[in-house]
């Protein structure tokens, strides 16, 4: 079982930059794919980005690819979703997921989800 804890959320003005983390306890999550995905009110959840577990490869939803930046830290438990420019429209709840089978792209089925951090953004 992985719990995840994302950090990092608030109230930020359009154009300003914030940095999510996504902290993974109960076992060793060097293995999983983490993604990071969105949700903003009356809207379905969004992809964003998601990382294998080398860190190496890294996948992005067009909408966010030249904004956002996902990285990890294995020896920290921790995947990062650097978000920069941010807009007004980018205002949602962010989770992070883990996917134990080590999969890349916007089609992986996520085993673990935390409970989300709210980002809101003003113009």
């Known amino acids: 079982q992985v719990q995840l804890v994302e950090s990092g959320g608030g109230l930020v003005q359009a154009g300003y930059s914030l940095r999510l983390s996504c902290t993974a306890s109960?076992?060793?999550?060097?293995?999983?794919?983490m993604g990071w995905f969105r949700q903003a009110p009356t809207k379905g959840r969004e992809f964003l980005a998601n990382i294998h577990w080398s860190g190496e490869l890294t996948y992005y939803e067009d909408s966010v690819k030249d904004r956002f930046t996902i990285s990890r830290d294995n020896a920290k438990n921790t995947v990062y979703l650097q978000m920069n420019s941010l807009k007004p429209e980018d205002t949602a709840i962010y989770y992070c997921a883990a996917d134990k089978d080590g999969g890349l792209g916007s089609r992986v089925v996520y085993d673990y989800w935390g409970q989300g951090t709210q980002v809101t953004v003003s113009s």
């Open positions: 109960g076992r060793s999550f060097s293995g999983y794919t």
